[in-house]
């Protein structure tokens, strides 16, 4: 059957992501998009950091950066600061972007090693322009005259998700998108294929569809609850279920971070996403080793200011459905899985559910060919993430409480255990199917989570030290010349994206 309308179940970041980058499909008129929402459902809302992709994402919409961020009050990420992850007291920047730039094939984290094995004293942070800069707390744009011996800003952005799903609602309205007010009380399946064919709304209306995208969160009302796709558990590696969010103000006057903050507690860890006006903060846990009461005690012991909203507590299971496309449903976002926010890739999934599935999208027909793509690429993304987030909790020598002595004893997937020992012996990483974390996102966790590289790759001891050293003197002088002419990253936003009342 041809693709005439396509109803999205749910709004929130998902849905209106979702909204926002179909209604291009409206400019040809070929198709019909209708969102289904219910005021009365609140939204989960707590992801309020992302990743660089989010800045692809806005350009690909036309969208404008400074106006965006000026109306959900957004500041600018360079990175995630982890407290107290590798040992009480750490504390490292997995930055966005590289350590200095590759060298003879070699990436550069090679050449340190080299270098610091001859000597040279330097920690690797002063070759990444964004760690330097968040320990400053600057932050400029990287300007099209840039000078060519100075690195690039990579950067996301800290974003109220509210109000963030509030300005694409706007723009998907604009552009043809049709919201519908309601519940979904009933789906309708097709007798002989097991397609969904409609749902029916709490005041019997009931709205046809002919492709369907499920970003009803955790309930999955079209993905779980009417086709009964099955979920993979994967709290063995993923133990925290539990989180609980409350946004603070900043009551001594701070300026916001330009990067986000991940401080371990004896059960969990706990965020901090620095707005123009506020702090987003919460506190995820594992419910075998800490009630519920414990968990907001702690978080609001650790807060920048005084809360401005109740506490929102919520539970989950870290894991991914079985499929994320089955028959003609797509599921983006939470119903999709959900595998913690300590990396910030819950919105990061959403647009790259978005891409694969514009990507595969065809208005002829849904095919077995399409599903299987997507389910296959979808699943090594999810499985990849996975191990990044596990890489986290077993490479620890926390000791000091029973949840961190079961992390760090746990069994961990095979293709994990292999990154590590070859990180370990030479300092190698081999990014495999196009997964979104990058060499030096690798080596930064792995060496801040208290990994040394025992040698480097062999090829680095054939440059010659002699004209090496310069060479890796002027990455440091070029990032620290850049850091020092930036502002501070408060005076940045108030010139350029002031937050808007």
Not at 170 to 191: H, I, M, Q
């Amino acid at each position: 059957m041809p693709i005439d309308r396509i109803i999205i179940v749910g709004g929130g970041t998902a849905g209106w992501m979702t909204a926002a980058a179909l209604s291009k499909l409206n400019d040809a008129d070929k198709v019909e998009i209708i969102l289904v929402e219910s005021e009365q459902i609140g939204t989960v809302g707590v992801g309020e950091a992302t990743i660089p992709p989010i800045v692809d994402f806005n350009r690909l919409l036309e969208i404008d950066e400074s106006e965006m961020l000026s109306a959900i009050q957004g500041t600018f990420k360079l990175g995630i600061q982890f407290v107290n992850w590798g040992k009480l007291g750490d504390s490292y920047i997995h930055p966005f972007g590289n350590y200095g730039y590759e060298m003879e094939g070699l990436t550069f984290h090679h050449i340190w090693h080299r270098l610091r094995q001859a000597g040279d004293k330097r920690p690797i942070q002063v070759f990444n322009p964004e760690t330097m800069a968040a320990y400053y707390g600057r932050f400029a744009r990287t300007p099209e005259n840039q000078r060519e011996d100075l690195p690039p800003i990579n950067y996301a952005y800290h974003i109220d998700a509210g109000r963030y799903a509030q300005f694409l609602r706007r723009y998907a309205e604009k552009r043809g998108v049709t919201r519908r007010e309601g519940r979904v009380s009933d789906v309708a399946l097709d007798g002989e294929t097991g397609f969904v064919t409609s749902i029916t709304m709490d005041n019997g209306e009931t709205i046809s569809g002919d492709l369907f995208v499920d970003c009803s969160g955790f309930r999955g009302i079209l993905i779980e609850q009417a086709l009964e796709t099955g979920y993979e558990d994967w709290t063995h590696w993923l133990p925290c279920n539990r989180a609980v969010a409350l946004p603070c103000a900043r009551d001594d006057g701070s300026p916001p971070l330009p990067y986000t903050r991940a401080t371990a507690h004896s059960a969990g860890w706990q965020w901090q996403v620095p707005l123009q006006n506020r702090n987003g903060n919460g506190h995820v846990y594992c419910s075998e080793y800490m009630e519920d009461d414990e968990a907001h005690r702690i978080l609001v012991g650790n807060l920048a200011g005084k809360p401005t909203a109740d506490p929102n507590f919520l539970r989950f299971v870290t894991g991914r459905r079985k499929k994320f496309w089955n028959k003609n449903v797509i599921a983006i976002g939470l119903s999709a899985g959900f595998m913690e926010p300590l990396e910030s890739t819950s919105i990061h999934l959403i647009n790259t559910g978005i891409n694969k599935l514009i990507a595969l999208l065809s208005l002829d027909r849904v095919t077995t060919v399409q599903e299987n793509a997507y389910n296959r690429l979808t699943g090594k993304e999810y499985e990849r993430i996975r191990d990044f987030l596990i890489l986290h909790y077993c490479q620890t020598s926390r000791n000091d409480s029973a949840f961190w002595n079961y992390c760090r004893n746990m069994s961990i997937p095979d293709s994990l255990a292999e990154k590590i020992e070859l990180f370990r012996t030479n300092g190698q990483i081999f990014r495999e199917d196009d997964e979104l974390f990058t060499e030096t996102s690798w080596a930064a966790v792995m060496m801040g989570q208290g990994i040394e590289m025992q040698g480097h790759n062999a090829m680095a001891d054939t440059i010659d030290l002699a004209t090496l050293k310069p060479e890796v003197d002027e990455i440091e002088k070029s990032i620290s010349f850049l850091v020092q002419h930036m502002p501070a990253h408060k005076e940045f936003l108030s010139q350029y994206c002031p937050a808007a009342e």
